[in-house]
Nanobody, 120 residues
Framework: QVQLVESGGGLVQPGGSLRLSCAASGSIFSIIAMGWYRQAPGNQRELVATSNSGGGTNYADSVKGRFTISRDNAKNTVTLQMNSLKPEDTAVYYC??????????????WGQGTQVTVSS
């Protein structure tokens, strides 16, 4: 199967920046997409940003212009640069990948989550 390991969460003041990283490993035939989701207490998990194998990206409206997703396809890693952070960005951030583990079968995989807290 596929494992995801995240790093980079923490506590930051409003207006500050954080960088989240995620590395995928295991039985990866090819990656379809990698991305980040978040879940705040009492809320459903929501998409933050995704990057597909063709280089296309998708962002939640709430983070456009502040967050940037990037991938290193050779290393199977994805990074989320978060700038101008707001208290409402506080959540557990989860790395996600959709990947083929054999040529004709794919799955969705999740990291363990990393806490991001934006507070003064």
């Amino acid at each position: 199967q596929v494992q995801l390991v995240e790093s980079g969460g923490g506590l930051v003041q409003p207006g500050g920046s954080l960088r989240l990283s995620c590395a995928a490993s295991g039985s990866i035939f090819s990656i379809i997409a990698m991305g980040w989701y978040r879940q705040a207490p009492g809320n459903q998990r929501e998409l933050v940003a995704t990057s597909n194998s063709g280089g296309g990206t998708n962002y939640a409206d709430s983070v456009k212009g502040r967050f940037t997703i990037s991938r290193d396809n050779a290393k199977n890693t994805v990074t989320l640069q978060m700038n101008s952070l707001k208290p409402e960005d506080t959540a557990v951030y989860y790395c996600n990948t959709r990947a083929y583990y054999v040529p004709d079968a794919w799955g969705d995989y999740w990291g363990q989550g990393t806490q991001v807290t934006v507070s003064s």
